[in-house]
C-alpha cells in the first residue's frame, strides 16, 4: 500500500481485526459476484469501497424500469445498457485503483468452473434456482467459498458455504432437487430495502471470509424477515448423499 492507500482504508487499519495485514489481504482478493440485480447491487460497491483488488462481475441481463426499484447502482441514464458493463463502470468512479471486470455473457458450467478457480471467494447474487446450484458445483469443484443471498417478497437467505473445509455442507445439501426454487421476484415481487440487507450482509461475510476475520459459521441458514426486522438462524449438516458433494459423488471425481 501507498500513502494514498493508507488514508482511503485508514478507517479499516484503525479496526485492530483488520490493520494492514487485513487491508493487504483485500487488495490482493479476487471476488467473483454473479449477478448485478439487486444483491449485487448492495454487495458491489462495498467489496469496491472496502478495497477487493480485483471483482468478476458476471450478468448477462440488460436494465430495465423494473429494475430501478431497488437495484441501485444503476439510474436512468443505464437503462437498455448491460447490466454488467453499467455497474463496473460505477464501480471504477468508486474506487479506480482496484481492477473490475464486466462479463457480460452467460456463463456456461466450464466458464463458471473456470472463473470460480480464477476467486478467492465468490457471491451468489443471482435470482433463479438454476443458476444458483450451477453457481455451487463450480465452487464445490474448485473448492471455493461461497456467499449465497436470495430475497423475494419480505423474505431473505443468506449461507456461508466452505467447501474449502472438510465436512462442510453446499447449497446442494441445504437445496434438493430441480424444483426447490423460492420464486421470482418478477412473479412475487420484492420489498426493495430487502435486497440490501441481504446484498449487504453478503458482503459482510465476504469481506470476513478473505481476511480470516469474525466467527461466522459455514454450518448455518440466516432468515431476514423485513416486515418484523428479526433474524432466525438454522443449522445446516453436511448430506451424505448430496448429488454436488456427498460421498459417492467426491469418489467419483
Known sequence: MDDRDLLRYSRHLLLDEIGIEGQEKLLAATALVIGCGGLGSAALPYLAAAGVGRLLIADHD??????????????????ERPK????????????????????????????LR???AEADIVLDCSDNFATRQAVNKACVA???????GAAVR????????????????????????????????????????????????????????????????????SVYDALDGSWQRFALAKNPACPVCGVRHSEEK
Not at 454488467?84 to 456463463?107: T, W
Open 62 to 79: 440488460t436494465v430495465s424500469d423494473t429494475n430501478l426499484q431497488r437495484q441501485v447502482v444503476f439510474t436512468e441514464a443505464d437503462l
Open 84 to 111: 454488467a458493463d453499467a455497474a463496473a463502470e460505477r464501480l471504477r468512479a468508486l474506487n479506480s485503483r482496484i481492477e473490475v471486470q464486466a462479463l457480460n455473457e452467460c456463463l456456461s458450467e466450464n466458464r
Open 114 to 116: 473456470e472463473l470460480a
Open 142 to 148: 474448485t473448492a471455493t467459498p461461497l456467499v449465497s
Open 154 to 221: 419480505f423474505s431473505g437467505q443468506l449461507a456461508l458455504f466452505r467447501p474449502d473445509l472438510p465436512d462442510a455442507p453446499c447449497y446442494g445439501c441445504l437445496f434438493e432437487g430441480e424444483n426447490a426454487d423460492d420464486g421470482a421476484c418478477a412473479l412475487f415481487g420484492v420489498f426493495s430495502p430487502l435486497v440490501g440487507v441481504v446484498g449487504a450482509s453478503q458482503a459482510v461475510l465476504a469481506l470476513n471470509t478473505l481476511m480470516g476475520i469474525g466467527n461466522v459459521s459455514h454450518r448455518q441458514l
